[in-house]
């Protein structure tokens, strides 16, 4: 049974809530490296990114909210290196051409707004964001790539799943010891190699307190990502501030839920 659809989306994120997907998935032709009958379909940036974060220690710290928006911006990077896109200032304008034959691709490329005005990066992050990570780890078990571990005959309990030992996981290890600057740039804004771009996106969230202003802000100095391409360069600055501002929205939710509760006790506890 899907959730419920959800309207708000920066809340929606900042509460870790599942909400369904509006875009139904559509599998069209082709991203093989060679011919669509014989040769092995690519591996995503999605799918090495999230591979990455549950394969490390502080994946157990990674917001659900913080992935998917991540996830999102993965999505981008690859459509821009495959043509699928452009972007026009920080506007995601189709090209045209073949959608990917990775599923999740395929439905984003099916969601982009074809016409003018076009949608820019941030619209789509927190759009496109929603659930984004259980999509992808769904995916992932589907494909086998996780699995539920057994000890002595028996399985773990239900909810638990586990990187399998898979050609997927390895590939993705490689393109993070590999230094890929934009596999590197969306796991270190998440926590999951060093810091996050330049700084802590808490301590960003403390000093950008007003959400306008956090959403107008861009990398901090001397933080911009070491990538050669202006497009995936926005991309990733965008993906910052959106982490930044949703760490904000989180903080405000935690503040006001704790007025309430005083509220709610009244003066003597």
Request: proline fraction near 6%.
């Amino acid at each position: 049974m899907w959730p419920a659809v959800c309207t708000d989306r920066k809340l929606v994120l900042a509460a870790g809530r599942s909400c369904r997907l509006l875009v139904p998935a559509q599998v069209a032709e082709s991203r093989f490296t060679g011919d669509v009958g014989s040769m092995e379909r690519l591996m995503t940036t999605p799918q090495d990114l999230l591979i990455i974060a549950m394969d490390t220690e502080a994946a157990r710290s990674v917001e659900q909210g913080n992935l998917s928006l991540a996830l999102a911006g993965a999505e981008l990077i690859d459509l821009l290196t495959a043509g699928t896109i452009r972007l026009d200032d920080d506007l995601v304008v189709p090209s045209g051409g073949a959608a990917p034959a990775d599923p999740l691709l395929a439905e984003a490329v099916a969601s982009l707004v074809p016409q003018e005005p076009y949608e820019s990066v941030d619209d789509w992050l927190w759009r496109r964001g929603r659930g984004l990570a259980a999509a992808y780890r769904a995916a992932l078990e589907a494909d086998g790539n996780l699995v539920r571990p057994r000890r002595r005959g028996m399985s773990f309990r239900a909810g638990h799943l586990a990187l399998a030992d898979s050609p997927a996981r390895r590939r993705a290890a490689d393109r993070l010891a590999a230094d890929e600057p934009a596999l590197v740039a969306l796991a270190e804004a998440l926590g999951l190699r060093g810091e996050p771009l330049g700084a802590s996106v808490a301590a960003d969230a403390d000093a950008e307190a007003d959400a306008e202003a956090v959403q107008g802000a861009g990398l901090p100095a001397g933080a911009e990502p070491d990538v050669d391409d202006d497009a995936v360069a926005t991309v990733l600055a965008a993906v910052h501030d959106a982490l930044v501002e949703l760490e904000a929205v989180r903080q405000r939710r935690a503040i006001e839920d704790a007025a309430f509760d005083n509220v709610w006790r009244g003066p003597g506890g």
